[in-house]
């Protein structure tokens, strides 16, 4: 094999072993060197990366350059954002799903915007309240009526967004309603199963007319319990933003908000100061972490 010019470029798409990646408004078809495999490393959707061209149009990832974060599933790094869209209507999303995605997001260095869809269906207000209250950037929209789209188109731009959601609350609808060339295929909702079919195969980066970065993902499930780690176990509290305000003014040490005396958290929830949604979300992720030990987690 040989090895021609080096270059530097982003992967937009990754796709049954092999990496596709933008240099300079090229695309190069590569594969990735033996060392990463070596290594316990992959290249992710979203990477920087250093490659090195074998043939024409073809190449080898050579390099991965440092990342802001990355997340295991979806695959992909260097997300600005995680856009976490909800429905009211069917299929209605469990806040529980929103809280554990922005905890994840939280810890990684990574944004969260809530969308809530289908407007024209169910308004959504109580669920957009909640994470009003809780200090995210809400926009309510409808991908049917085009309500509230160009808001959301607002929020994506000059930024690097993951769209994630439950299956059928129209991540793909959104981005083709932003840009009606977007043309990606949008599953109907099953009413009996109250869910939609994934659509969306694989990982991929998308430029916007808007000045937008997008990466669509398949749907909550992705986000699974290798996610939940030993750092999100010590952390949690402080990955719920509403919480951090609180957390020094707790009467003892090593206060859990879970249920102790003299709690500043607890107070706060009382007074309606923090969702009490949002605490029963962080007390159910408490107790799914409590008792995660370190020779339990999967070595990645």
């Keep these: 094999m040989i090895l021609r010019s080096v270059s530097r470029g982003r992967i937009r798409k990754a796709l049954s072993g092999f990496y596709y990646v933008d240099v300079d408004g090229t695309t190069l078809t590569c594969r990735a060197r033996g060392k990463f495999r070596q290594e316990g490393r992959s290249p992710l959707v979203g990477d920087w990366v250093e490659v090195r061209e074998t043939g024409p149009g073809e190449g080898m990832v050579w390099e991965i350059h440092p990342r802001r974060n990355a997340f295991d599933r979806p695959a992909a790094a260097n997300i600005d954002q995680l856009v976490v869209v909800a429905s009211a209507a069917i299929p209605v999303t469990d806040p529980f799903l929103i809280d554990r995605v922005s905890a994840i997001a939280a810890l990684k260095n990574c944004d969260v915007a809530v969308c809530v869809n289908k407007c024209d269906l169910e308004p959504g207000d109580e669920l957009a309240a909640i994470y009003r209250?809780?200090?995210?950037?809400?926009?309510?929209?409808?991908?049917?009526?085009?309500?509230?789209?160009?808001?959301?188109?607002?929020?994506?731009?000059?930024?690097?967004?993951?769209?994630?959601?439950?299956?059928?609350?129209?991540?793909?609808?959104?981005?083709?309603?932003?840009?009606?060339?977007?043309?990606?295929?949008?599953?109907?909702?099953?009413?009996?199963?109250?869910?939609?079919?994934?659509?969306?195969?694989?990982?991929?980066?998308?430029?916007?007319?808007?000045?937008?970065?997008?990466?669509?993902?398949?749907?909550?499930?992705?986000?699974?319990?290798?996610?939940?780690?030993?750092?999100?176990?010590?952390?949690?509290?402080?990955?719920?933003?509403?919480?951090?305000?609180?957390?020094?003014?707790?009467?003892?040490?090593?206060?859990?908000?879970?249920?102790?005396?003299?709690?500043?958290?607890?107070?706060?929830?009382?007074?309606?100061?923090?969702?009490?949604?949002?605490?029963?979300?962080?007390?159910?992720?408490?107790?799914?972490?409590?008792?995660?030990?370190?020779?339990?987690?999967?070595?990645?």
């Design 133 to 300: 209250q809780a200090g995210f950037p809400v926009v309510l929209t409808s991908a049917e009526t085009g309500e509230g789209t160009e808001e959301l188109a607002g929020l994506l731009r000059n930024r690097i967004s993951a769209f994630t959601g439950n299956s059928g609350v129209g991540k793909s609808s959104l981005l083709n309603a932003i840009q009606p060339d977007f043309s990606l295929r949008v599953a109907a909702v099953s009413e009996k199963l109250g869910r939609g079919k994934h659509t969306t195969r694989h990982v991929e980066l998308y430029r916007l007319d808007c000045g937008a970065e997008v990466i669509d993902t398949p749907g909550f499930s992705s986000f699974d319990a290798q996610e939940l780690d030993l750092e999100l176990k010590e952390r949690l509290p402080e990955c719920f933003a509403e919480f951090r305000p609180y957390l020094d003014d707790c009467r003892f040490v090593g206060c859990s908000h879970t249920r102790e005396k003299g709690c500043a958290v607890l107070k706060a929830v009382r007074s309606g100061e923090i969702p009490s949604s949002r605490h029963g979300s962080y007390v159910r992720l408490y107790h799914e972490l409590k008792d995660l030990r370190a020779w339990s987690v999967p070595r990645r």
